[in-house]
């Protein structure tokens, strides 16, 4: 496992178009979810009356999901191709959980998006794609699933490529590096060996197209951040946050300061994967304890940095947005939700400061597809970085009214005294 490379993959597409099916079938499919496993989760399925969920309940763990037939939370799976190891993160498509499909996709190398042979594109595709491309996952696999549901019709499939690639090119993809995988997950077509239902297709099957990744470039030079996921108090062990790495590396016995809050502490041991770690890079996932720090002092979102280099927390900071949806427009005095790494907090828009995109007239409000450069006052206390400096620190996305309104980058923080 830590001989090959190592690469984070998200799923991403709309509610029921099969991504948590296609995920159990790579799973299976590659051996990392045995036979017998399978079998129980099909006499789990059929006991709910989800007769053709056995592979989406894989990924879906909680009693919860397993009842409505959705993932709610994200999941983390491995699975090894002859070349890497990869971590799956299935990432909900479900309306409500944009939230937690954007923690999710953050953390990802290189995605595939799952889209419907039959349905084609909907609000999600679109709205997962592009937050994919703003959360900086550039390496992207398009697999057309429920290829059984059109008859393995290349002309319903050509269709379809010819719609995501029109909208993929005007949302800064280049598709023309981007392979479209005709699949489907249930009856395993082209997912890790050739289907003979799709004659006509020249490609590869989807797996093999997960070699043809690359290894993000490292951000192991920059000095030390890590967004907390979660915090646990375990036995024994005291307060254990855990989280990824984003940017440089650490050691056990390091002193480091969690913004916000000033809390100075010293991380122990630290471990991935159960397995105790001498160094953590960027890129991994890791729990780790800390002394003397009350689990309630902490939570989610919580950044943890050097000593000689502490996350910054910002009184203010100016971002260069675009705004991918909104029912009317908006100016100055705006107050969505901000996701940005693990956390997420209200910010008011104080001043457009220049608009990049749009309707040049009416400089003080912005629409659907205006991109400009704003000031942005957070309403609580947040540790966030310059993109320039820490891209994983410093890209969001505006939510409000159940949808992403808009999505962007940290330009230049203004710290806060």
Known sequence: MAQKPHLNLVFVGHIDHGKSTLVGRVLFDTGAVTEQQMRKLKEEAAKYGKETFEFAYVMDNLKDERERGITIDVAHKDFNTDKYYFTIIDAPGHRDFVKNMITGASQADAGVLVVSAKEGIQSQTREHAFLAKVLGISQLIVAINKMDAIAYKQERYDEVVAELKDF??????????IPFVPVSAYQDDNIVKKSENTPWWDGKPLVEYFNDFVVPTSFDDKPFRLPIQDVYTITGHGTVPVGRVETGT?????KVIINPGNIQTEI??????????????????????????????????????????????????TAQIIVLQHPTAFGAGYTPVFHIHTTQFPGTITEIVEKKSGDMENKELLKTGDSAIVKIKPLKPVALEKYIEFPPLGRFALRDMGMTIAAGVVIDVKKKE
């Open 268 to 317: 122990k041991k630290m471990e991935q994967h159960h397995q105790e770690l001498s160094i953590a890079r960027s890129g991994d996932n890791i729990g780790f304890n800390i002394k003397g720090v009350d689990k309630k002092a902490i939570k989610r979102g919580s950044v943890v940095g050097p000593v000689d280099s502490p996350p910054t927390v910002a009184e203010e900071f």
């Open 250 to 254: 650490i050691k056990p016995n390091t």
């Open 168 to 177: 993929m090119k005007k949302i800064g993809y280049d598709v023309s590096k």
